[in-house]
């Protein structure tokens, strides 16, 4: 039974250890050489045409992740015959860039066709995009398929939504493999980028702890009804700046979500909080490893999957 327990135990190592390390920094050194400085090309132009496009191709890396894995399932479109994750609460008047990733997957597609996954677009655009605003860099691991499939009830309930308190968004990362001190790094992510004001409009109209000249400037463009997709940014003080200033904010009561203010509320995260607030230093090294982690989400490899022509449906 013993040897039969330890046996089952190191398979599964085995078979842990071969998933991740099909994944590779080099996996289109080859096969398609000019694949990361075609997608840093686009990516920085994208970013310096708009800043807030950098923040849009970040989150959409962790939605795609966080639903069945990062395999490009919240491109693919509806069809009369086929329901993506487009509309899904979390996405539906709120996910972009999709644009971007179509001008990116035809460069690809012109240079080396049927190589390069749209899921690995999303991971080399997320990492590009905070770079392009002075945040960190990593490597990217590459070699992530494409899936066939999406579902919209997992982006349901598998995205974390802003009404969340801290024990729910803690479950929301680790069902995925993250710990409570990466959900505190990736959230850091809200230092770039907007929300929409039905996103914010129960913290800023009913919460008491959030500073009450943030609340009262933010209610000039969120009414308490109406105005739904007027937009404020995340982080107020550096809106288009990857830095640590969001951690700043919550210690001064001024995270623009509940889900934000959660994180330094008197519960188990406010010492990171504290912590990333007085170090981007150690933000910019926890929040690069985070990001490698959340990339590392189910990825399809292998025979699994297939590498789309056109992001936005399956072959
Ligand atoms: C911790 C749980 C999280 C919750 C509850 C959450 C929720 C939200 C919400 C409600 C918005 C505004 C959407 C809108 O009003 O249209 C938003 C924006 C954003 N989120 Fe999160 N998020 C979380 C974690 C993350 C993570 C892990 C990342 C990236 C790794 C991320 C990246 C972003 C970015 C960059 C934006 C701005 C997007 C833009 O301007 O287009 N978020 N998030
Ligand atoms: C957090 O939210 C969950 C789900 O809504 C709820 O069951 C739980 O009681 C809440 N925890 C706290 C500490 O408020
Ligand atoms: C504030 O809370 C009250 C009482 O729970 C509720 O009726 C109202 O809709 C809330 N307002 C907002 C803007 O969420």
Redesign the pocket.
């Known amino acids: 039974m013993a040897s039969f327990f330890f046996s089952f135990a190191s398979s599964l190592i085995l078979i842990s250890a071969v998933a991740s390390a099909q994944l590779s920094s080099t996996y289109y050194s080859s096969s398609c050489p000019k694949a990361l400085s075609t997608i840093n090309s686009a990516v920085t132009a994208a970013v310096a045409s708009e800043k807030r496009m950098g923040a849009s191709l970040l989150r959409l890396h962790f939605h795609d992740c966080f639903v069945n894995g990062c395999d490009g399932s919240i491109l693919l479109d509806d069809t009369s015959s086929f329901t993506g994750e487009k509309t899904a609460n979390p996405n539906a008047n709120s996910v972009r860039g999709f644009d971007v990733v179509d001008t990116i997957k035809s460069q690809l597609e012109s240079l080396c066709p049927k190589v390069v996954s749209c899921a690995d677009i999303l991971a080399v655009a997320a990492r590009d995009s905070v770079v392009a605003l002075g945040g960190p860099t990593w490597t990217v691991q590459l070699g992530r398929r494409d899936s066939t499939t999406a579902s919209l009830s997992t982006a349901n309930s598998d995205i974390p939504q802003p009404t969340?308190?801290?024990?729910?968004l803690i479950t929301a990362f680790t069902n995925k493999g993250l710990t409570s001190k990466e959900m505190v790094a990736l959230s850091g992510s809200h230092t770039i980028g907007q929300a929409r004001c039905t996103s914010f409009r129960a913290r800023i109209y009913n919460e008491t702890n959030i500073d009450s000249s943030l609340a009262t400037s933010l209610k000039s463009n969120c009414p308490s009804t109406g105005g739904d997709n007027n937009l404020s940014p995340l982080d107020a003080s550096t809106p288009t700046v990857f830095d640590n200033s969001y951690y700043k904010n919550l210690v001064n009561q001024k995270g623009l979500l509940h889900s934000d203010q959660q994180l330094y509320s008197g519960g188990s995260t406010d010492s990171e909080v504290t912590s990333y607030s007085t170090s981007s230093t150690t933000f910019f090294a926890d929040f690069a490893s985070a990001m490698v982690k959340m990339g590392n989400i189910s990825p399809l490899t292998g025979t699994n999957g297939e590498i789309r022509t056109n992001c936005r449906k399956v072959n």
Not at 164 to 168: D, I, V
């Open positions: 969340f308190n801290l024990s729910a």
